[in-house]
Nanobody
Framework: QVQLVESGGGLLQAGGSLRLSCASSGRSFGIYAMGWFRQAPGKEREFVAGIRPTAGAGSTGYADSVKGRFTISRDNAKNTLYLQMNNLKPEDTAVYYC??????????????????WGQGTQVTVAS
């Protein structure tokens, strides 16, 4: 069984930065692609960013709405996934979830392609 625990959310002003972390239990973290999703009130959960198991060209992908502002990364030695969020906007307000891809080597922008989820962490950006 895999457990994912997010942390790092909070309340901040527009233009600020936050770094979310997602700690994973188990020894298989380093062989699975991971993703970040978010869900705003009254909206469906949406893909934010994904990362393949190992670093390299083309190993990450982003939603258009966060491209250039958010950076996904991972430390396989620490079983931890990160999301650095810069220049935050009020429309980034949501609960952010990390998830493990059901396909080890590839991430997807579809939530149905992920089999383990964290409990979420709230990010609120005030204007």
């Amino acid at each position: 069984q895999v457990q994912l625990v997010e942390s790092g959310g909070g309340l901040l002003q527009a233009g600020g930065s936050l770094r979310l972390s997602c700690a994973s239990s188990g020894r298989s973290f380093g062989i699975y692609a991971m993703g970040w999703f978010r869900q705003a009130p009254g909206k469906e959960r949406e893909f934010v960013a994904g990362i393949r198991p190992t670093a390299g060209a083309g190993s990450t992908g982003y939603a258009d709405s966060v491209k250039g502002r958010f950076t996904i990364s991972r430390d396989n030695a620490k079983n931890t996934l990160y999301l650095q969020m810069n220049n935050l906007k009020p429309e980034d307000t949501a609960v952010y979830y990390c998830a493990r891809s059901s396909i080890p080597w590839e991430f997807s922008d579809l939530q149905y392609d992920y089999d383990y989820w964290g409990q979420g962490t709230q990010v609120t950006v005030a204007s």
